[in-house]
């Protein structure tokens, strides 16, 4: 139980586009998710959180209008990287409270998606 | 808000050695404290975790303590194998609505 399943798991875009990122609970009620970004040999850093049908709230220093977020629904969440840029290349991946589910406590992780810009 | 400070950055060992890694937090309302392994391009791997109510837990070769008046807890490996190789995460969060904090990652190299 408590699958998150992200999509796609690689992606690579040209400089100026954008690309859409999707996590999705296949069995439980997501009502929060976190987004994280992290860097080769880094550590996950923080983006925004995301709540079901309110604003994410998005961490310092990360540009709301380049990362959107969707929460539209209580099972997916999406991560749109606008006007792309070699700079955004990292690996985002999806996390799931599982605090707030009947599931116990902890957190879930989608597969990751590896973002390249050309 | 959280931040986890997590040492060494890199730690060999040989094979069948015990493997010791620390972390510390700064928000005394934290109370929940997972162990994440993770491999290259793969998402981060529970393998162990630790609640604000207990001091230690262990799992066969895994085991993590935690002292909450000194803000810190630690991950211990024993018999470590080959196997064992990989990054390692410390993390911290108040469960529920607030996201997990992370440590800057431990490499662990156990050498055959």
């Known amino acids: 139980g408590a699958v998150v399943s992200q999509h796609p798991s690689w992606v690579i875009c040209k400089s100026g586009t954008s690309v859409k990122i999707e996590c999705r609970s296949l069995d439980f009620q997501a009502t929060t998710m976190f987004w994280y970004r992290q860097f080769p040999k880094q550590s996950l850093m923080l983006m925004a959180t995301?709540?079901?049908?309110?604003?994410?709230?998005?961490e310092q220093g990360v540009e709301k209008d380049k990362f959107l977020i969707n929460h539209a629904s209580l099972t997916l969440s999406t991560l749109t990287v606008t006007s792309a840029h070699p700079e955004d290349s990292s690996f985002y991946i999806c996390?799931?409270?599982?605090?707030?589910?009947?599931?116990?406590?902890?957190?879930?992780f989608g597969s990751g998606t590896r973002l390249t810009v050309v | 808000g959280e931040n986890v400070e997590q040492h060494p950055s890199t730690l060999s060992v040989q094979e069948g050695d015990s493997a010791v890694i620390k972390c510390t937090y700064s928000?005394?309302?934290?109370?929940?404290f997972p162990w994440y392994k993770q491999e290259l391009g793969k998402r981060p791997q529970l393998i162990i975790d630790?609640?604000?109510?207990?001091g230690e837990k262990k799992d066969q070769r895994i085991a993590v303590t935690l002292n909450k008046t000194a803000k810190h807890f630690s991950l211990h490996i024993t018999e470590t194998q080959p196997e064992d190789s990989a990054v390692y995460f410390c993390a911290a969060s108040k469960a529920g609505r607030r996201a997990l904090t992370f440590g800057s990652g431990t490499r662990l190299q156990v050498q055959p």
């Open positions: 928000d005394s309302a934290s109370n929940y």
């Open positions: 630790i609640r604000s109510n207990v």
């Open positions: 996390s799931a409270s599982l605090g707030l589910t009947t599931l116990g406590y902890g957190y879930t």
């Open positions: 995301s709540n079901e049908g309110s604003k994410a709230t998005y």
